[in-house]
């Protein structure tokens, strides 16, 4: 018997990460709306999207953390009455929701890593539209709602930190790079993955309802991720310089740690995700960061000329 799935936002970065892992289950069929073809901020084309599915995957975010601070009606438009919508219609139809938030529901004052009960403080306006999704979620579907956390996102179908990093390898002898932030760089793909095997569970009876913790594990900060690139794409990581967060000053306040444990999967028998380090080098010898490694090193050897 086939599973059917909707993956909402299924042209982002994470969201065709979800299309090609689901891709691989011959047993899935899948619906996959861009944005364009499904606003989830309207209640009624979402009910009518969700109806006839068993699992729906909402990838659908506002995701411009800076620009949530001058416009913060908007993204808790998408991201916190938008994620109630797909809730509702989840509830209204019987079907499971994965629905995947961030580690900035968090103040980011810990120094342990912050578990999946831990109370909730968002310091900026993404966060509060997240958080204000989460509970959407949480109150709407409390025996068939699963809540992701990811974190510091990166893969091959949109802008990210680690693709930047070797563009601007290519084009400078040295970077500049936040050091004062710790956090869990997370491959896209690798929590494609996650949230397919919890996916798969939660219609197994074998993973409850509430919060997972999807990011990769261990901890680094934004310059021990440049250091780490640059290594494992065979540049020089002393290229790469620790700054201060004053010295890149933005819209939206960054949480100092963003670190998340993973408990629930093991209490649920699942195994948490890799490590970030392992998921990075993982990721680097795939399309598109191979080539872009070999664009770097190419071209920083002519920048030593």
């Known amino acids: 018997m086939s599973a059917e799935w909707l993956v909402t936002g299924a042209r982002g970065l994470l969201g065709q990460d979800v299309l090609a892992e689901l891709a691989t289950h011959p047993d899935i069929v899948v619906t996959a709306p861009s944005r364009d073809q499904l606003d989830i901020t309207d209640p009624a084309a979402v009910r009518a999207a969700v109806k006839g599915h068993r699992v729906v995957v909402n990838c659908a975010a506002w995701t411009d953390v800076d620009g949530a601070e001058g416009s913060e009606a908007a993204a808790t438009a998408v991201n916190g009455t938008g994620a109630g919508n797909v809730a509702r219609a989840c509830a209204d139809s019987g079907a499971l929701l994965l629905h995947v938030s961030t580690d900035y529901v968090f103040p980011g004052d810990s120094r342990r890593p912050y578990p999946e009960d831990a109370p909730t403080r968002p310091v900026n306006a993404y966060g509060r539209s997240k958080l204000a999704g989460e509970r959407a979620v949480s109150a709407l579907l409390p025996c068939t709602g699963y809540l992701v956390r ?5 893969g091959a179908h949109g802008r990210n930190f680690v693709a930047t990093m070797l563009e601007l390898a290519a084009r400078r002898e040295t970077l ?3 050091a004062d932030q ?5 491959w896209s793909r690798a929590l494609a993955r996650q949230l397919v095997v919890l996916g798969r569970a939660a219609l197994a009876g074998r993973a409850p309802a509430g919060v997972y913790h999807g990011t990769g594990v261990g901890q680094t900060t934004w310059y021990g991720l440049a250091r780490e690139t640059f290594r494992l794409a065979g540049l020089d990581p002393e290229r790469i310089r620790p700054v201060g967060s004053e010295k890149f000053p933005r819209p939206a306040a960054r ?3 963003g670190v998340l444990g993973h408990d629930n999967w093991a209490r649920c028998g699942l195994a948490p995700p890799a490590r970030w380090d392992d998921q990075l080098t993982t990721a680097l010898a795939e399309p598109p960061f191979a080539a872009l490694s070999a664009a770097a090193r190419m071209n920083s050897a002519r920048l030593r000329v």
């Open 255 to 257: 949480p100092a740690f």
């Open 176 to 178: 500049d790079v936040v």
């Open 182 to 186: 710790h956090g869990q760089p997370t």
């Open 150 to 154: 990811t974190a510091w996102l990166y």
